[in-house]
């Protein structure tokens, strides 16, 4: 019954590999994310999805590319992968609360590694 | 700029030797903050929403507090199993949704 979750758990790769990281959310919310959590463990958001539309495109590359084919679902797509791209990667989902903010349930992430 | 800054970066505290931790923020159109847990190799888990100035929330050992410019963790008579990072995120309208800003985390450790 876990309610994020990630595949992989681990990827080590080359570098100039392309990769994917999928996310599933089964609490039925309407917006998921994609944070960073990089070396010195400060989270970044990367994207936000809301019913399959990117509502939120922070500063990142463009190697990098959310693809959503359900509400449910919000995979990581990235191309020609770099060294810094090394990184924990966290994906989320949130509602909307009664109080008019969001609470986030975090996956376990995956923990990427570029050679 | 929206910023949020966590102090102190490290905690070391002998069981039962109550704290606090502090989440100063700025940021304009807040629409909440958020305290986390976040344990070595797991992802953050939700503690507390807070939405306005004088709201307090409390669940166990911990008490989260919140003002106009910042907020603050209270943890009384802490145990070894509270040892994690506390994160602390602001959350404010972006362009075409909420954004979310996690300061960099406090570390705290409880020795028994």
């Known amino acids: 019954d876990t309610a994020v979750s990630q595949t992989p758990k681990y990827l080590v790769t080359q570098m100039g590999n392309d990769k994917s990281i999928k996310c599933e959310q089964n609490?039925?919310?309407?917006?998921m994310y994609w944070y960073k959590q990089d070396s010195k463990k400060f989270l970044k958001i990367m994207f936000s999805y809301n019913n399959k539309e990117l509502i939120i495109n922070e500063t990142v590359p463009n190697r990098f590319s959310p693809k959503s084919p359900d509400k449910a679902h919000l995979n990581l797509h990235i191309n020609s992968l770099e060294l810094g791209d090394s990184a924990v990667y966290f994906c989320a989902s949130s509602q909307v609360l009664s109080g008019g903010g969001e609470t986030q349930y975090f996956g376990p992430g995956t923990r990427l590694l570029v050679l | 700029e929206d910023q949020v800054t966590q102090s102190p970066e490290a905690l070391r505290l002998q069981e039962g030797e109550s704290s606090s931790l502090n989440c100063s923020y700025t940021v304009s159109g807040l629409r909440g903050l958020f305290w986390y847990r976040q344990d070595p190799g797991k992802g953050p888990e939700f503690l507390f929403t807070?939405?306005?100035a004088g709201e307090e929330k409390e669940k166990e050992r911990l008490k989260a507090t919140l003002t106009k410019k910042e907020s603050f963790l209270h943890i009384t008579a802490p145990k070894p199993e509270d040892s994690a990072t506390y994160l602390c995120a602001v959350q404010a309208l972006g362009t075409g949704g909420f954004k979310t800003i996690f300061g960099a985390g406090t570390r705290l450790f409880v020795k028994a």
């Open positions: 609490l039925g919310h309407d917006t």
């Open positions: 807070l939405y306005s």
